[in-house]
């Protein structure tokens, strides 16, 4: 079984700063890419920002040189420090991870996390 776990959402002001992240567990191999995708009401989901386990990184252009996807490898867990934060920024952010089993591989999603911006 394996376990993908995001937090850190919340309510901030436009400006404002959040840190979300993305704990991976259970009985896999390892983790390969792993990434951020979000949802807002009545949008498709989309692509945030994803970074693969040698830490190359790609990002959509509306969050270019405000937010940042790292990882840990020891702890099998990756981060989004998320800067300057505008309204269209709210949504539901999911990680997901492309997880290395013995054999295969499969990908899976946290359940989540709800990222509110006021102006």
């Known amino acids: 079984q394996v376990q993908l776990v995001d937090s850190g959402g919340g309510l901030v002001q436009a400006g404002g700063s959040l840190r979300l992240s993305c704990a991976a567990s259970?009985?896999?191999?390892?983790?390969?890419?792993m990434g951020w995708y979000r949802q807002a009401p009545g949008k498709q989901r989309e692509l945030v920002a994803t970074?693969?386990?040698?830490?190359?990184?790609n990002y959509a252009d509306s969050v270019k040189g405000r937010f940042t996807i790292s990882r840990d490898n020891a702890k099998n867990t990756a981060y989004l420090q998320m800067n300057s934060l505008k309204p269209e920024d709210t949504a539901v952010y999911y990680c997901?991870?492309?997880?290395?089993?013995?054999?295969?591989?499969?990908?899976?999603w946290g359940q989540g996390t709800q990222v509110t911006v006021s102006s």
């Open positions: 997901n991870a492309r997880v290395i089993l013995a054999p295969g591989l499969r990908d899976y």
């Open positions: 970074i693969t386990s040698g830490g190359s990184t």
């Open positions: 259970g009985s896999f191999f390892s983790v390969g890419s």
